[in-house]
């Protein structure tokens, strides 16, 4: 059992491996084959073709079992992999904004401080309270992604009316207009999906071309089709862009592309995660490239569709 200086990661990491179950597996396998070669070279010579039949369908029985359980055991400790790496993530993500107001709080305690030093200590803060609050709630979206949108039917989704609420939301939470920041160039597209879902896709990417666009922040919202009923939404920033050895990252969990102590934008490495398992739910695909025309990222997402008569 996990004991106090045992980390809960470490003691899921440890409980169990992939050497013992494989080692085992490996050598009843070789064992089995061996006794079915030995079954049948001595039913062979003794012409039972009866029981050479039904010999070699058990032992074939038998080596389909210990391959199925060898498949489930590894499946089984890659889960518990993973659950330690995300305890480590989750741990480490609570811990750095925490940590950042506890020394701030100190400071505070122990100086005195100007009246303009102390106004900087309380929005560096608030900062991180807002990032630990967002934590929490992407979190907790993370927790229910299987069931997300379960409480209600998928229905026939307009994307140009969803699209324009979703952008009116995101000016609404960076504090600028609408008219200033989008331009849509939306051809009529209808989805089938849950509403929520949608609405969390693309609130997520509109909020982030926002977040991360330049200081007068421009985006371009398109719809467009493709062949066998595909639907293709692209937005396009006027950010910095993306690295090109980050562009399959910045999906991973808790990915956050820079250094923690010189990153412009507080973020929790988990939106573009969502968006990526919920696109997937929706058999789409979601994939980041630059604009060619100048600075900034194209967030490119396909999904099953058809033209809205």
Same mark, same amino acid.
């Given at each position: 059992?996990?004991?106090?200086?045992?980390?809960?990661?470490?003691?899921?990491?440890?409980?169990?491996?992939?050497?013992?179950?494989?080692?085992?597996?490996?050598?009843?396998?070789?064992?089995?084959?061996?006794?079915?070669?030995?079954?049948?070279?001595?039913?062979?010579?003794?012409?039972?073709?009866?029981?050479?039949?039904?010999?070699?369908?058990?032992?074939?029985?038998?080596?389909?079992?210990?391959?199925?359980?060898?498949?489930?055991?590894?499946?089984?400790?890659?889960?518990?992999?993973?659950?330690?790496?995300?305890?480590?993530?989750?741990?480490?993500?609570?811990?750095?904004?925490?940590?950042?107001?506890?020394?701030?709080?100190?400071?505070?305690?122990?100086?005195?401080?100007?009246?303009?030093?102390?106004?900087?200590?309380?929005?560096?803060?608030? +900062?991180? @309270?807002?990032?630990?609050? #967002? $934590?929490?709630?992407? !979190?907790?979206?993370?927790? =229910?992604?299987?069931?997300? &949108?379960?409480?209600?039917?998928?229905?026939?989704?307009?994307?140009?009316?969803?699209?324009?609420?979703?952008?009116?939301?995101?000016?609404?939470?960076?504090?600028?207009?609408?008219?200033?920041?989008?331009?849509?160039?939306?051809?009529?597209?209808?989805?089938?999906?849950?509403?929520?879902?949608?609405?969390?896709?693309?609130?997520?990417?509109?909020?982030?071309?926002?977040?991360?666009?330049?200081?007068?922040?421009?985006?371009?919202?398109?719809?467009?089709?493709?062949?066998?009923?595909?639907?293709?939404?692209?937005?396009?920033?006027?950010?910095?862009?993306?690295?090109?050895?980050?562009?399959?990252?910045?999906?991973?969990?808790?990915?956050?592309?820079?250094?923690?102590?010189?990153?412009?934008?507080?973020?929790?490495? +988990?939106? @573009?995660?969502?968006?990526? #398992? $919920?696109?997937?739910? !929706?058999?789409?695909?979601? =994939?980041?490239?630059?604009? &060619?025309?100048?600075?900034?990222?194209?967030?490119?997402?396909?999904?099953?569709?058809?033209?809205?008569?």
């Amino acid at each position: 059992m996990p004991t106090g200086n045992r980390p809960l990661a470490d003691y899921i990491r440890k409980r169990r491996t992939l050497h013992w179950p494989i080692t085992l597996s490996a050598a009843l396998m070789v064992l089995n084959v061996t006794l079915m070669v030995c079954w049948i070279v001595l039913f062979a010579q003794l012409n039972s073709l009866g029981a050479l039949t039904i010999g070699t369908i058990a032992f074939a029985l038998v080596l389909i079992g210990l391959s199925f359980y060898l498949f489930l055991t590894i499946k089984e400790i890659q889960l518990n992999r993973r659950q330690a790496n995300f305890v480590d993530s989750v741990t480490h993500e609570l811990k750095t904004p925490l940590a950042s107001i506890r020394l701030y709080l100190e400071t505070l305690q122990l100086r005195e401080l100007d009246e303009e030093r102390r106004s900087e200590f309380y929005e560096v803060m608030q +900062l991180q @309270l807002v990032r630990l609050d #967002t $934590l929490i709630s992407h !979190l907790l979206e993370i927790g =229910r992604l299987d069931a997300i &949108g379960h409480d209600s039917e998928a229905e026939d989704i307009e994307l140009e009316p969803l699209l324009r609420r979703c952008a009116q939301a995101a000016c609404d939470r960076h504090k600028c207009q609408h008219e200033d920041v989008f331009e849509f160039d939306l051809q009529k597209a209808t989805i089938h999906a849950r509403p929520i879902v949608l609405e969390m896709i693309f609130g997520n990417l509109l909020d982030n071309a926002i977040k991360y666009g330049s200081r007068q922040p421009e985006v371009q919202v398109t719809v467009s089709t493709r062949s066998r009923g595909r639907i293709v939404t692209r937005i396009a920033d006027n950010g910095e862009g993306v690295a090109p050895e980050l562009k399959k990252k910045i999906f991973r969990i808790f990915f956050r592309g820079g250094e923690e102590l010189t990153r412009q934008q507080t973020g929790t490495g +988990l939106g @573009l995660y969502i968006v990526r #398992t $919920l696109v997937h739910t !929706l058999k789409g695909r979601i =994939r980041v490239q630059d604009r &060619g025309d100048q600075p900034g990222s194209i967030f490119e997402v396909e999904l099953p569709g058809r033209v809205a008569a």
